[in-house]
Nanobody, 128 residues
C-alpha cells in the first residue's frame, strides 16, 4: 500500500509564495508520475500540475502556468509545488496524487481518474 502525505499549506496574503511538499512511501517512487490537484469549496477537483516519473516533462493548469513550478527529488521520495504570486482564486484544498500507470498522453496526466493513490490534502488560503 502506497501512502501519500502532503504538507506546506497555510494562510497567506495575495502576492505571497508557498511551497507544498508531498512524500510517498515505497522504493519505486522514481517510477511514478506525480500530480497536484485542488478543490475549492463548491467546485470540482481540478488538475494543477504534474511531473512525469523522470522529471523530464511537466504540465500545468493554464491559470497557474508561469506562477508555479512542480519538481521532484526521487532520492527523498518527494514532489514539490512552488506557487508564487498567489491569488485569492488559488484558495483550495491541494491534493497530491500518484499515478502507477504508464501513459504518454497529456490527457491522462491531467485526469484525476488516472491517479491511483491520493493524500488527505492540505489547505491553502489566500487572503486578498
Amino acid at each position: 500500500q502506497v501512502q501519500v502525505v502532503e504538507s506546506g499549506g497555510g494562510l497567506v496574503q495575495a502576492g505571497d509564495s508557498l511551497r507544498l511538499s508531498c512524500s510517498a512511501s515505497g522504493r519505486t517512487f522514481n517510477l511514478y508520475t506525480m500530480g497536484w490537484f485542488r478543490q475549492a469549496p463548491g467546485k470540482e477537483r481540478e488538475f494543477v500540475a504534474t511531473i512525469t516519473w523522470s522529471g523530464s516533462s511537466t504540465y500545468y493548469l493554464d491559470s497557474v502556468k508561469g506562477r508555479s513550478t512542480i519538481s521532484r527529488d526521487n532520492a527523498k521520495n518527494t514532489v514539490f509545488l512552488q506557487m508564487n504570486s498567489l491569488k485569492s482564486e488559488d484558495t483550495a484544498v491541494y491534493y497530491c496524487a500518484l499515478q502507477m500507470g504508464y501513459y504518454t498522453s497529456r490527457s491522462f496526466y491531467t485526469d484525476a481518474r488516472s491517479y491511483d493513490y491520493w493524500g488527505q490534502g492540505t489547505q491553502v488560503t489566500v487572503s486578498s
